[in-house]
């Protein structure tokens, strides 16, 4: 299986920060890497697949790059509604595996 | 408008059977893949598993830990997905989401609100 380690575990930010979180693969996943965010009692919601493509709705304050082994998150210009936890996907071989989450916190 | 709604969640004791089902609507789901992801407590997502849509043959995958236990299918006529989880363990016990996800199921574009299943004795 592929691992997915994400860092930092939590990061703690203010309204109007930037923060960037980083999404490493165990073997190359080219672009077949996805974002989601969750909230608790919601649903997990789509932000970025194919590494860097925004899902339809997703503000352009959110943004994403890499491919191979390594990724990154970068959430410009932090609103309330974004305190959430964050979790890359890898798509390139079953099992799709997850990484740990990242818990953004105010 | 596309939604997706899980339910049929509850409590069950270990080594009993439980079915969620995942009502769909605004798309074909014969069209596309459907996938059953679940959040044990304090811990991330886990994949439970996937359907293919039909034209690519309507197959499964399923993670490790459920192989076996668990099964998808799907009821087109009625647009329901289904999670078919049997010889349940404590360790299934999580919110189990179902999602529509788009070829090989990825990314998860909709996803239900999510299920409680509790595996106790």
């Known amino acids: 299986d592929i691992q997915m380690t994400q860092s930092p575990s939590s990061v703690s930010a203010s309204i109007g920060d930037t923060i960037t979180i980083t999404c490493r693969a165990s073997?190359?996943?080219?672009?077949?890497l996805a974002w989601y965010q969750h909230k608790p009692g919601q649903a997990p919601k789509l932000l970025i697949y194919?590494?860097?493509i925004l899902q339809t709705g997703v503000p352009s304050r959110f943004s994403g790059s890499g491919s191979g082994t390594e990724f990154t998150l970068t959430i410009n210009s932090l609103q309330p509604g974004d305190f959430a936890t964050y979790y890359c996907?890898?798509?390139?071989?079953?099992?799709?595996?997850f990484g740990q989450g990242t818990r953004l916190e105010i | 408008e596309v939604q997706v709604v899980t339910s049929g969640g509850g409590l069950v004791q270990p080594g009993r059977s439980l079915r969620l089902s995942c009502a769909t609507s605004?798309?074909?789901?014969?069209?596309?893949?459907m996938t059953w992801f679940r959040k044990p407590p304090g811990k991330g997502l886990e994949w439970v598993g996937f359907?293919?849509?039909?034209?690519?043959?309507?197959?499964?995958e399923y993670a490790a830990s459920v192989k076996g236990r668990f099964t998808i299918s799907l009821d087109e006529s009625k647009g329901i997905a289904y999670l078919q989880m049997d010889s349940l363990k404590t360790e299934d016990t999580a919110v189990y989401y179902c999602?529509?996800?788009?070829?090989?199921?990825?990314?998860?574009?909709?996803w239900g609100q999510g299920t409680l299943v509790t595996v106790s004795s």
């Open positions: 194919g590494a860097s």
């Open positions: 996907q890898q798509a390139t071989s079953f099992p799709l595996t």
């Open positions: 999602s529509r996800s788009l070829h090989g199921g990825y990314p998860s574009d909709y």
């Open positions: 073997r190359d996943v080219s672009t077949w």
């Open positions: 359907i293919r849509s039909k034209p690519y043959g309507g197959t499964t």
């Open positions: 605004g798309f074909t789901l014969r069209d596309y893949p």
